[in-house]
Nanobody, 124 residues
Framework: VQLVESGGGLVQPGGSLRLSCAAS????????IGWFRQAPGKEREGVSC????????YYADSVKGRFAISRDNAKNTLYLQMNSLKPEDTAVYYC??????????????????WGQGTQVTVSS
């Protein structure tokens, strides 16, 4: 099982980035999958996720209306489109997967498989 993130970088406030998370060794659509982030000195937090059934999508309040999660089953890849970025979005972003039951999927400590992370810096 492997998850590899890409797409991070330096962007000005108000800008956009799209993160990608390529999965190998398993089928993403069979798992709950999500994006999480950790800023220096802060606890890891959930950003957005798709439940294992695919029927539920969650966003942290701080990113609602600005970020969009999506999944391409043919490419076995998860995406996070981030618009209207703010300096407080600066963090290392991780994708994660787990065979979670239930609908809620935004608790980072319930996930087993993690990518290595990609840095997102929002600064002028």
């Amino acid at each position: 099982v492997q998850l590899v993130e890409s797409g991070g970088g330096l962007v000005q406030p108000g800008g956009s980035l799209r993160l990608s998370c390529a999965a190998s060794g398993f089928t993403l659509e069979d798992y709950a999958i999500g994006w999480f982030r950790q800023a220096p000195g802060k606890e890891r937090e959930g950003v957005s996720c798709i439940s294992r059934s695919g029927g539920y999508t969650y966003y942290a309040d701080s990113v609602k209306g600005r970020f969009a999660i999506s999944r391409d089953n043919a490419k076995n890849t998860l995406y996070l489109q981030m618009n209207s970025l703010k300096p407080e979005d600066t963090a290392v972003y991780y994708c994660a997967a787990d065979r979670l039951g239930g609908s809620y999927c935004l608790k980072w400590n319930e996930y087993t498989y993690w990518g290595q992370g990609t840095q997102v810096t929002v600064s002028s």
